[in-house]
Every structure is written in C-alpha cells, then in structure tokens.
Nanobody, 129 residues
C-alpha cells in the first residue's frame, strides 16, 4: 500500500510561482514512478510531469514545458513540482500519483493517467489574471 500526501497549493497571481510537494510512504519497492497530474474544470485529467526514483529522466506535457520542474528527494521520500510563470489556464486540482510497482518501460507510458494506481487527495491551485 502507498500513501501520498500533497501540500503547497493555493492562490497565486499570473506570472507567479508555487511549489507543490508530495510525501510518499508505505512502498517497499526500490523503483518508484511518480507523477503530477491535474484536473481542470471541464477537461479530462492529464499528466503534467513525471519522474522515476532513479536516474534523471523526466517528462512534461507540452503546455508546461519550460515552466514547471519536477524533482525528487529520495532521502525525504518526497517529490516536488516547481511551477513558475503560472497562467490562469493552470488553475486546477493537482494530484500526486504513483505507479507501483513500476516496470522498466518507456517513460512515455507515464503520460497516461490510467498508468497510475495510487493517488493523493489533491491540492487546489488557483491562478488569477
């Protein structure tokens, strides 16, 4: 069983920054695949960024490339999402999610929402213009 707890959401003005954090516990697998996904009102849930617990490979959805940065702190059992130059269209509930166990397949699979089998409760990010 895996537990995920997000923090760091809130209101921000356009052009501003926020940093989301996710603490994970309960997983005994060495290889972890973690992602940040978001639910924008009226749209399907989408994977925003993903990272694995080893190496440095990350992926991002096109709309956040160059503005968002996902990182991991294995010692603290956390992942982060640094969000810069936020736009009103980034307003959403952001979820931390995990693929457990995580197979050694293409990172591209982490773009699929259906890959994730553990989810946090979500944190609201609201960007005002």
């Amino acid at each position: 069983q895996v537990q995920l707890v997000e923090s760091g959401g809130g209101p921000v003005q356009a052009g501003g920054s926020l940093r989301l954090s996710c603490e994970f516990s309960g997983n005994h697998y060495d290889r972890k695949c973690m992602g940040w996904l978001r639910q924008i009102v009226g749209k399907e849930r989408e994977a925003v960024a993903a990272i694995v617990s080893e190496g440095s490979e990350t992926i991002y959805t096109d709309s956040v490339e160059g503005r968002f940065t996902v990182s991991r702190d294995n010692a603290q059992r956390r992942i982060h999402l640094q969000m810069d130059n936020l736009k009103p269209e980034d307003t959403a509930i952001y979820y931390c999610a995990a693929v457990v166990p995580c197979p050694r397949t293409s990172m591209q699979r982490l773009r699929s929402v259906s890959e994730y089998n553990y989810w946090g409760q979500g944190t609201q990010v609201t960007v005002s213009s």
